[in-house]
C-alpha cells in the first residue's frame, strides 16, 4: 500500500513547548513514505533549532524559513517545496496517532481521486478542555463519521484543518494555498465544497488537537469572528443561493443586521424575520422586520438563519422540518 509519497506540511511559530512531540508523533507513523515540509514563520523561540535538529537525523524532515510573514504565505511555500502524490496539513501544536497517515492514504487509495479523506479529532489540553470546544469537537466528529461535513459548512468549519488529505490533483484543482484569505482553513473547506470533493466517512480517531490560552486561533486577529460572517455570505451567494427563491434573513442580531446591511448593499432582495415581539414590526436600514410564520405563505424561500440559542435552532429546524425544507438547499446556518 506505501507506495504513494504523502506531504506533510506545516507552519509554526515560537511552538518550542510543542513542536518536538508533534515531529515525533510524525515519525512514529506507521506509514512510512512521507515527507514532511515544515516552515519556520519568523520564530523567536527555540523552535527552530529543535526542528534543525530533527531534520538532521531524518533526510525525510525539510525545514525552511518563511520569506513573508503569516500562515498562508508559510503554507504556500511548503506546498511549492512539496513532492507527495498526497498532501495533508499538520499544526505544529498538535499530535498525531501513530495510524493517521496510514489510514487516510488508505482511504484515498481506495476511492480514488475526487475524495478527501477526513478523521475524528480529539480535543485536549492541560487546564481541560472547555465546553465549547467539547461541543465543537461532538459536532465535528458526528459529521466526520457519515460523511456529511458539508450539510453544515455555513455554521462552522466542517473539515479540521490539520486532519485532511487528498490527492495533489485534486489540491490544484481547488486552487491549494493561493488565496490570501482569513481563515484560510474554512475557506479550504468552502473550496473543497465547491469543487466537489466527497468526504469519505471515518469512525477513527485520528488526530489529537491541542488548546492553550496562546493558540493562534485564539490569539490572532485573522480568527476574529468578524471574519467569519463575510466569507460565508460569500460563498453562500456564490455557491447556494438561488435568485429563484424568495430569500429570508432570520434574527436581527448583530449578525443578521450584517448580513441584511450587506444584501442591500448588493442589491440582493430579501425578507427579514424573527421571532422577537419587541422588534417584529420595527424599520430597520428601510426593512420591517416580519414574524417568522410568513414563510408559511411563500411558495418558495430560502433562508439564512443567524439565531445563535441551541435550543432556538433546533425549534427552527423542527419547524422547517414541518414545512418539508431541506438544509442548504432551502436554509442554512450561519451560527
Known amino acids: 500500500m506505501q507506495n504513494l509519497l504523502v506531504s506533510i ?8 513547548e510543542f513542536i518536538g512531540d508533534c515531529i515525533q508523533s510524525i515519525i512514529n507513523q506507521t506509514y512510512t513514505n512521507w515527507e514532511l515540509i515544515i516552515i519556520d514563520d519568523n520564530s523567536t523561540d527555540s523552535s ?16 525552511f524559513k518563511n520569506s513573508g510573514s503569516g500562515i498562508i504565505e508559510a503554507l504556500q511555500l511548503a506546498f511549492s517545496q512539496s513532492e507527495g502524490d498526497l498532501i495533508t496539513r499538520m499544526d505544529s501544536d498538535d499530535i498525531m496517532r501513530s495510524n493517521k497517515l496510514e489510514v487516510m492514504a488508505a482511504s484515498l487509495m481506495h476511492h480514488g481521486k475526487g475524495n478527501l479523506a477526513v478523521g475524528l479529532v480529539h480535543y485536549f489540553a492541560e487546564e481541560g478542555i472547555k465546553a465549547g470546544y467539547k461541543s465543537y469537537e ?3 466528529n458526528a459529521l466526520t463519521a457519515k460523511g ?30 493561493n488565496p490570501n484569505r482569513y481563515p484560510e ?30 493558540r493562534t486561533s485564539r490569539t490572532d486577529e485573522h480568527y476574529a ?10 460563498y453562500f451567494l456564490e455557491l447556494d443561493y438561488k ?38 414590526g420595527k424599520d430597520i436600514y428601510g426593512k420591517i422586520l416580519r414574524p417568522f410564520k410568513d414563510l408559511e405563505s ?31 438547499e432551502d436554509y442554512v446556518f450561519f451560527c
Request: hydrophobic share 40%; with cysteine; charged share 25%.
Open 9 to 16: 506540511l506545516i507552519p509554526f511559530k515560537n511552538t518550542q
Open 48 to 63: 527552530f533549532t529543535i526542528v534543525k535538529e530533527f531534520a538532521k537525523k531524518d533526510s525525510r524532515i525539510k525545514l
Open 138 to 140: 461532538v459536532w465535528l
Open 148 to 177: 456529511t461535513n458539508y450539510s453544515e459548512i455555513y455554521k462552522e468549519c466542517v473539515i479540521p484543518s490539520p486532519c485532511w488529505m487528498l490527492h495533489r490533483d485534486d489540491f490544484i484543482a481547488c486552487n491549494a494555498f
Open 185 to 214: 482553513d474554512y475557506d479550504l473547506a468552502f473550496r473543497f465544497y465547491k469543487h466537489g470533493l466527497t468526504c469519505i466517512p471515518c469512525n477513527t480517531v485520528l488526530h489529537d488537537w491541542r488548546d492553550y490560552s496562546h
Open 225 to 234: 469572528e468578524n471574519h467569519f460572517i463575510p466569507l460565508k455570505l460569500d
Open 243 to 280: 435568485p429563484e427563491k424568495t430569500l429570508f434573513v432570520w434574527g436581527a442580531g448583530n449578525k443578521g443586521k450584517f448580513i441584511a446591511k450587506t444584501l442591500i448593499e448588493k442589491q440582493i432582495d430579501f425578507e427579514w424575520i424573527c421571532d422577537n415581539p419587541k422588534k417584529i
Open 298 to 328: 411563500v411558495i418558495n424561500p430560502q433562508s439564512i438563519i443567524t439565531v445563535a440559542n441551541k435550543e432556538a435552532q433546533q425549534d427552527i429546524r423542527n419547524y422547517l422540518n414541518t414545512l418539508k425544507l431541506k438544509s442548504v
